[in-house]
C-alpha cells in the first residue's frame, strides 16, 4: 500500500474455552466423536428444556479477563442472539450483548522499533455458545450436518481498531494465543476451530480522522491467513479509492488457494439480530471472591516471565522470546538451568536440541519423555569432560526416544569420553601416521589443518575423544 493511506484494523477473535463439558448442559466436548452423539435436549433446542450455565467456563472466561487486563461486569447477564441458520438448531445464540463479561483491556505487542512496545486495546470480551458445523460434500446433492459443538463455550475478543498494520494484527494474534496457552484454558488449535480469528479493515487518507467503510473478512484459518488477507485488503480497497469508488461495507471470504477476499454479503447490523435478555438464565452477581480465587492460582504471563528471564539468567531478549515462546518450554528451561553451572548452556540446549526434537516429531513438551533432570545430566557431563558434546546430543536423543536414563545409555553405547592420556595419545599417534599430507600443511603454518586432524581424532574414537586435550596433544606432539 501506498504511503497516502492509512489502514485501521479491528481483530474478533473466538476463543473456545477447553472445558470437559458444553457451555448451559453436560454434554461432552471432546473434538472428534462420531457426528451427533454428543448431543441431548438442551444443545439441540428442544422445548421445555433449561440451561444451566458452566462453571468452569465462567472460571477460564475470568482468568483470560484478568490477564488482558480487563475490567470485570459486577452482573453477568445473558440474550439471545436471533438467526436462522442449519447449524443453529435453537434458531438463537446464547451470547451477552449489552453487558459482556468483560471490557476495557489491552494486549501489548512489539512496536516496530526494536524494544518498545504498544498497547492494542480490548473493547470487550463476552462469553457465548458455539454452533454446529455444516460439512459440504461436492459429490452430493445435501450437506451433512454435525451437532457435536453446538453449545461449547466460547469467549470473543473483540479489539479496538488500534490495529494499524498486517503484521501488527499478526503480532496481535501471537500474544493473546500465547496469553491463552499460558492460562490452559484452550488448546488454541486453528485447525480443530478452537481459535477463529475475524478481521474488520477499513483505509483512509492520513491524518483523516473518519474511519473509512469497513470490510469484514472471514474464513481466516491461520495466522498467516490473516496477514495475508489483510495486505490484499489494503490493496483492492486503495486501487477502488484511486480510481474514484466506494467501498462497500460488507462481509469478503478469504481464499487462501487464490490469495484473494471474496464478496460473501452485505454486513449485518447488531439490530438485525434482534437481541433480547436469555429468560431462561437469571442473571447473577460476579462475586469478588470468585475473581480473587481465579487471581491467586494466575499462573507467571509470558510479559513477566520475559522481563524476569532478561533480569535473573542475564540471557539476550532474542533467545528468552524462544524460551518464553511455550510455558512448558520456559518451565523446562527453568528447572534445567537451576541445575547446571551456566544457564546460557541451558538455553542453548532447549532453544537447540531440545526444539528441535519438538519439530522432528511435530509435539509439544509434554509429548517428549524427557525429564528435566536428565537434561541437566547430560549438560553437566559435556561440561566436567565426561561425555562429549557430539555424544551428549546422541544420549539425549535416546532419552527422549526410550525414555533410558542418560548413565545407562552411556553405559550401553560406550559413550564415556576417553580423557585417558595414554589411550588418547595411541590415537593420536595413530591419526599423524594416516594423515601425512595435513601434518605437513600444518607444519608449514596452515593452522586449520589442526582442526581437520582434531576430527579425525574424533571420528577414530568414534566420537568419544575428548577434543579438548586431542587438540592440545596433537600440537603438542606436532610441534615437538
Ligand atoms: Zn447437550
Known amino acids: 500500500m501506498s504511503n497516502k493511506y492509512e489502514t485501521v484494523i479491528g481483530l474478533e477473535v473466538h476463543v473456545q474455552l477447553a472445558t470437559k463439558t458444553k457451555a448451559f448442559c453436560g454434554c461432552s466436548t471432546k473434538f472428534g466423536a462420531v457426528p451427533n452423539t454428543q448431543v441431548c435436549p438442551v444443545c439441540l433446542g428442544l422445548p421445555g428444556v433449561l440451561p444451566v450455565f458452566n462453571k468452569k467456563a465462567f472460571e477460564y472466561a475470568i ?72 460439512i459440504h460434500d461436492e459429490r452430493l446433492p445435501f450437506s451433512y450436518i454435525d451437532l457435536n459443538r453446538t453449545g461449547t463455550p466460547l469467549l470473543e475478543i473483540v479489539s479496538e481498531p488500534d490495529i494499524r498494520t498486517p503484521d501488527e494484527a499478526y503480532k496481535y494474534l501471537t500474544v493473546l494465543k500465547q496469553i491463552i496457552e499460558y492460562l490452559e484454558i484452550s488448546d488454541c488449535n486453528m485447525e480443530e476451530g478452537s481459535l477463529r480469528c475475524d478481521a474488520n479493515v477499513s483505509i483512509r487518507k492520513k491524518g483523516a480522522a473518519e474511519l473509512g467503510s469497513k470490510v469484514e473478512i472471514k474464513n481466516l484459518n491461520s495466522f498467516k491467513a490473516v496477514r495475508d488477507a489483510l495486505f490484499f485488503e489494503e490493496v483492492r480497497q486503495e486501487e477502488i479509492l484511486e480510481d474514484g469508488g466506494g467501498i462497500s461495507q460488507e462481509t469478503r471470504l478469504w481464499d487462501a488457494d487464490k490469495n484473494v477476499t471474496i464478496s460473501m454479503r452485505s454486513k449485518e447490523a447488531a439490530h438485525d439480530y434482534r437481541y433480547f435478555p436469555e429468560p431462561d438464565l437469571v442473571p447473577f452477581e460476579v462475586k469478588k471472591g470468585d475473581i480473587e480465587a481465579v487471581r491467586k492460582n494466575m499462573p507467571e504471563l509470558p510479559a513477566k516471565k520475559r522481563k524476569r528471564f532478561l533480569d535473573e539468567y542475564k540471557l539476550n531478549a532474542k533467545d528468552v522470546d524462544v524460551l518464553i515462546s511455550q510455558r512448558d518450554i520456559a518451565n523446562l528451561f527453568e528447572s534445567v538451568a537451576k541445575n547446571v553451572q551456566k544457564p546460557q548452556i541451558a538455553a542453548n540446549w532447549v532453544k537447540g536440541e531440545v526444539m528441535k526434537h519438538l519439530k522432528e516429531k511435530n509435539t509439544d513438551v509434554k509429548g517428549l519423555k524427557l525429564n528435566p533432570e536428565d537434561l541437566s545430566k547430560i549438560i553437566t557431563m559435556v561440561e566436567n569432560g565426561t561425555v562429549s558434546g557430539l555424544s551428549a546430543k546422541e544420549i539425549l536423543a535416546d532419552c527422549i526416544e526410550n525414555g533410558d536414563k542418560p548413565d545407562d545409555i552411556i553405559e550401553k553405547k ?67
Request: charged share 30%; glycine share 6%; aromatic share 8%.
Open 63 to 134: 482468568k483470560l479477563a484478568i490477564a488482558l487486563d480487563c475490567d470485570l461486569q459486577s452482573i453477568v447477564k445473558f440474550d439471545r442472539k436471533n438467526y436462522y441458520y442449519p447449524d443453529l438448531p435453537k434458531n438463537y445464540q446464547i451470547s451477552q450483548y449489552d453487558m459482556p463479561l468483560a471490557y476495557n483491556g489491552k494486549i501489548v505487542i512489539d512496536a516496530e522499533r526494536e524494544g518498545e512496545f504498544r498497547a492494542i486495546g480490548v473493547t470487550r470480551a463476552h462469553l457465548e455458545e458455539d454452533a454446529g458445523k455444516l
Open 414 to 480: 560406550g559413550l564415556k569420553q576417553v580423557s585417558d592420556e595414554d589411550e588418547l595419545s595411541r590415537i593420536v599417534s595413530e591419526v599423524i601416521d594416516n594423515n601425512v599430507k595435513s601434518v605437513t600443511d600444518f607444519k608449514n603454518g596452515k593452522t586449520n589443518a589442526l582442526s581437520f586432524l582434531v576430527g579425525q581424532v574424533m571420528k577414530t574414537s568414534k566420537g568419544k575423544a575428548n577434543p579438548k586435550i586431542a587438540g592440545e596433544m596433537l600440537q603438542k606432539m606436532l610441534l615437538s
